[in-house]
């Protein structure tokens, strides 16, 4: 009994770890998804943009392709570069949308549209210290093991003796009273004699020892393989805790390589455009220096963004959710 209650204590540990654990995970989630729906917001207006850009282009290359001052050619290449500009910004909106009714579902919110903090695409995150925290993948791991444990025990329990009282008491009644008279009425049916016995009873099932060994040491091979699991896990954790910590890095080097790239592409967009228009250069000089402005606006609104995520990827591996939140300055 004493090794049931310890199985059972056992289980109500390892499910009380389980729903911390899923709580930490629904944690994970909800902020992935946070960042991720501002990503795709900073996407969909660089995208808009773009597009409003493009359009100007197209008409200015279409106003000189009229005029006879460029081939008909440029004007074609204008309009497909303004097609595609529109798809990538419907592609923007269509995972802006995605992130919308993901977000709503975590939070049990249908229908709502969000507008995320664009802190985490102005500021980046100071350089803290991950806590020492249990994680909660490891304390279900560890209670895990712990339950896996208690059955074993209460399984080699089971070829102890098993100890049992045994009581019985009994009477009888005759109708015959010590004179010789009868009475066969209620009060001859009653017992006037009664006796009683008490005893003690040990059942030992000695053809049982196989079948219990047996059961036992498949319990205890689950177990070895609960505990392979939480050294496995401890090292995933530890190296995503060494991922995270390249990231941040990596992101602040980012965040000082970005602004010189956007200045610089804008530079040579304007320098392209402005040997476009003087006949200097081509229409495919102008669209790839137009496709490198593209690109280093979108570096450049998911720099902090990536830093972020560097951030949420610590706070995963240390299994403390608190920590994101000591980041956010007022």
């Given at each position: ?64 392709a009229l005029h006879g001052l460029r081939p008909g050619v440029d004007s074609t290449l204008a309009r497909a570069a303004e097609a595609q500009s529109k798809l990538a910004l419907v592609s923007a909106q269509e995972q802006e949308a995605d992130r919308q009714a993901r977000l709503s579902t975590l939070l049990g919110q249908p229908g709502a549209i969000w507008q995320p903090d664009t802190l985490y695409n102005r500021t980046l995150p100071p350089a803290l210290v991950p806590p020492t925290a249990t994680h909660p993948t490891l304390g ?191």
């Open positions: 009994y004493p090794a049931q209650r310890a199985r059972a204590e056992a289980a109500r540990s390892y499910a009380q770890a389980d729903a911390d654990n899923e709580l930490f995970t629904q944690q994970l989630r909800v902020a992935q998804t946070y960042l991720d729906l501002l990503a795709t917001q900073s996407l969909r207006q660089v995208r808009e943009q773009d597009v409003h850009r493009v359009s100007i282009l197209k008409k200015t290359i279409t106003r000189l279900l791991q560890q209670r895990a093991v712990d339950l896996g444990q208690a059955r074993e025990t209460v399984i080699r329990r089971q070829y102890r003796p098993r100890l049992s009282l045994l009581g019985a008491t009994w009477g009888r009644g005759s109708g015959l009273s010590y004179n010789g008279t009868t009475d066969y009425g209620l009060g001859g049916a009653a017992p006037t004699r009664f006796n009683y016995a008490v005893g003690v009873g040990v059942v030992f099932d000695l053809l049982d020892w196989h079948r219990v060994q047996a059961q036992a040491k498949a319990e205890n091979l689950r177990t070895q393989g609960l505990q392979a699991e939480y050294r496995q896990q401890q090292l995933e954790l530890s190296n995503q805790a060494t991922l995270a910590n390249q990231r941040l890095q990596l992101a602040a080097e980012r965040a000082r390589q970005a602004p010189l790239q956007l200045a610089a592409a804008r530079q040579a967009y304007r320098q392209k455009l402005a040997l476009y228009n003087s006949g200097l250069a081509t229409v495919v000089d102008v669209t790839q220096a137009l496709y490198g402005l593209q690109q280093a606006e979108q570096d450049q609104v998911l720099t902090a963004n990536a830093a972020w995520q560097a951030v949420l990827l610590q706070t995963a591996a240390a299994g403390d959710f608190s920590f994101f939140f000591t980041h956010v300055t007022p």
